[in-house]
């Protein structure tokens, strides 16, 4: 069983995805991605084969979000990070992670079922007695993602979910090798930013 398999099977589809997006050439060069280009559709049949799993995935980058937007789950497999609503700015993932080595990674958010936006809002709530028992489901399952991933580079979305991983790595309640695995950051892809600059944080 590869990782694409694992994952899936341990119901990791429902949240986490992979930094694929459907666009046409055209929309790259004249930066006209639409929100309706970023579905996951287009490749929930290809990936069913090994040898396109192979080719497209990255599975050794985690692109790593703090928590769902206020949207919630998404209702299909692999759906996260592939939010077709109006509102969604998912489809500026598409552009940052362009021509670079993270096309394809695999996406998924540190604190699991729990939907804010409002990051500092969420760092309380899972920091609260209220919070503890949703902490430790999160971390269970963050760390069982990063047991079948293994992966080599985290690239956190946003300096919340940085200082947020880096505290349970240091509180020892998440395990990771600092030599296997290295942790990063850009801004969260929602910011008014070029995406020069995210790139610029990439390399």
Known sequence: MDVYEELSK??????GSWALYDVSQDAWDNKTIKTKDVSFEPFAKQLEDPTVRAKKLNTKVILLGLNWASRGSVPVPWGNFHDLSSRSRDYKIAYIVKGTPYEGAYMTDLYKDHS?????KVAKYFNSAEGAEALKKSISGFQEELDILQPTEIICFGGAVF???NKLVDKHLLYLDPNKTKIRKT???????SIDEFKKDLR
């Open 10 to 15: 341990t119901g990791y589809d429902h949240y």
């Open 187 to 193: 801004c969260h892809y929602s910011t008014a930013r």
């Open 116 to 120: 804010d936006t409002k990051s500092d």
């Open 163 to 165: 200082t947020n991983l």
